[in-house]
């Protein structure tokens, strides 16, 4: 069932879902028994505004903590209570692969989104993608390829995704900003809605990136937003070729 968003109501004298309310509490402990589904957190918070704050404030946070715990500690061990970008934002690249339409972000490759039931972010991966400049400061975490086989002329394709800890103090965005790397001119970031730099303009595309994917090099590419989100595509390599990729690296 698909519930329309309403915006009318922070919960005034007026509003009908004053009228035998649940509380925060109840809530927390009802999407808790509920594993923390992201359909439900993503149902109520189309109820009102109230509905819409708690799910920003407290559900997605606990979504993202039970999603990946040990990746949400690292990102708050710098001592912030929130992350770049808000939790729902960050919700939403756990589990959402963005695709791609035609004449968007990567030209010609057109895949529709879709959400995933699970994927793995490594820190150890997201080392392959920083600039060599970058690796002894930065902390940048990326999932594995969501692959997308027989794509016609362009092969098998692989959409990624990641999340720097604490982008605004990071190298690379200092890196994008000295380089003066402009911003996507009419994309923007499909997690929260920010403007977006192009790694592969700015030149910032290590090596190691198509050696950790087993991909071919001149495949790759990937955008960072000014929240820290990462989200890229390449063309895989044939399975045999990939393998020997893995073993130079």
Same mark, same amino acid.
């Given at each position: &069932?698909?519930?329309?968003?309403?915006?009318?109501?922070?919960?005034?004298?007026?509003?009908?879902?004053? %009228?035998?309310?649940?509380?925060?509490?109840?809530?927390?402990? &009802?999407?808790?028994?509920?594993?923390?589904? @992201?359909?439900?957190?993503?149902? *109520?918070?189309?109820?009102? %505004?109230?509905?819409?704050?708690?799910?920003? +404030?407290?559900?997605?946070?606990? $979504?993202? +903590?039970?999603?990946?715990?040990?990746? &949400?500690?690292?990102?708050?061990?710098?001592?912030?209570?929130?992350?770049?970008?808000?939790?729902?934002?960050?919700?939403?690249?756990?589990? =959402?692969?963005?695709?791609?339409?035609?004449?968007?972000?990567?030209?010609?490759?057109?895949? @529709?989104?879709? $959400?995933?039931?699970?994927?793995?972010?490594?820190?150890?991966?997201?080392?392959?993608?920083? @600039? @060599?400049?970058?690796?002894?400061?930065?902390?940048?975490?990326?999932?594995?390829?969501?692959?997308?086989?027989?794509?016609?002329?362009?092969?098998?394709?692989?959409?990624?995704?990641?999340?720097?800890?604490?982008? #605004?103090?990071?190298?690379?965005?200092?890196?994008?900003?000295?380089?003066?790397?402009? $911003?996507?001119?009419?994309?923007?970031?499909? =997690?929260?809605?920010?403007? *977006?730099?192009?790694?592969?303009?700015?030149? &910032?595309?290590?090596?190691?990136?198509?050696? +950790?994917?087993?991909?071919?090099?001149?495949?790759?590419? =990937? =955008?960072?937003? *000014?929240?820290?989100?990462?989200?890229?595509?390449?063309?895989?390599?044939?399975?045999?070729? #990939?393998?020997?990729?893995?073993?130079?690296?």
């Amino acid at each position: &069932m698909i519930i329309a968003k309403q915006y009318r109501c922070i919960h005034s004298a007026t509003c009908h879902c004053t %009228k035998g309310h649940l509380s925060e509490e109840v809530l927390f402990l &009802m999407a808790q028994h509920l594993n923390w589904n @992201p359909n439900v957190i993503a149902t *109520l918070s189309c109820v009102c %505004k109230w509905f819409d704050d708690l799910a920003k +404030r407290i559900l997605w946070k606990e $979504f993202c +903590r039970a999603r990946a715990p040990k990746m &949400m500690c690292d990102l708050q061990s710098s001592g912030s209570h929130s992350v770049d970008g808000s939790w729902r934002a960050l919700g939403k690249l756990l589990i =959402y692969c963005s695709g791609a339409t035609k004449g968007g972000l990567f030209n010609h490759v057109q895949i @529709p989104g879709h $959400f995933v039931h699970r994927t793995r972010f490594s820190r150890t991966s997201g080392r392959s993608f920083l @600039p @060599p400049q970058c690796r002894n400061d930065d902390i940048l975490y990326v999932s594995d390829p969501c692959e997308h086989l027989d794509q016609g002329e362009d092969g098998d394709m692989g959409f990624f995704r990641g999340i720097f800890k604490s982008f #605004s103090m990071s190298k690379v965005r200092k890196l994008l900003i000295k380089k003066r790397t402009s $911003f996507h001119p009419t994309e923007v970031c499909p =997690y929260c809605k920010a403007k *977006l730099w192009s790694m592969l303009q700015a030149k &910032m595309i290590p090596h190691s990136a198509s050696c +950790r994917l087993g991909a071919y090099e001149d495949s790759i590419e =990937y =955008y960072v937003c *000014l929240n820290g989100h990462m989200l890229g595509v390449c063309t895989l390599l044939p399975l045999s070729d #990939s393998e020997g990729a893995s073993e130079f690296q």
